[in-house]
């Protein structure tokens, strides 16, 4: 798997990040495909599935669990990824312990959750950045 990895360009970009490794760094590209495709990261996150539904009714917005609509593997791969991170980044360890004790202990995966989702943002923009631009109509060749 690592060798595969390595031979895949935006595998090797990904991995650089801190949490991913080889296997959920190619799983990202290969499920991603061309990152050119999503406009912004919202549309990457809600791709996967890991924005969260939403119930509205008489001017109050709720917010739930996450869709999962999208690829169950990049899905896991990611909140364990998320998990490897916020050892690492105290921004995302802080964010994750503010989930829990909004939340309570027993609805951790919630905030695991939340933790794939914003390491799904910041892959997209590990990728985007290593994409060259896109052409506009008007530009020249």
Known sequence: MAQQAESHPAAVRLMQHP???P?????MALAVGPVERFRNSKRLVSYLGLNPRESSSGGK???GSIKKQGNR????????AAHTAARQYPELRRMYQRVEFRR??????????????????????VLRDAAPPARTQGSPE
Request: hydrophobic fraction near 55%; charge should be positive; glycine fraction near 18%.
């Open 61 to 63: 917005q709720r917010l």
């Open 73 to 80: 593997l990049v899905r896991f791969l990611l909140g364990e």
């Open 104 to 125: 309570g202990k027993a609805v951790v995966p919630q905030g695991g959750m939340a933790l794939a989702r914003k390491l799904a943002v910041r892959l997209y923009w």
């Open 23 to 27: 296997v959920t760094g190619l799983a």
């Open 19 to 21: 949490g991913v490794g």
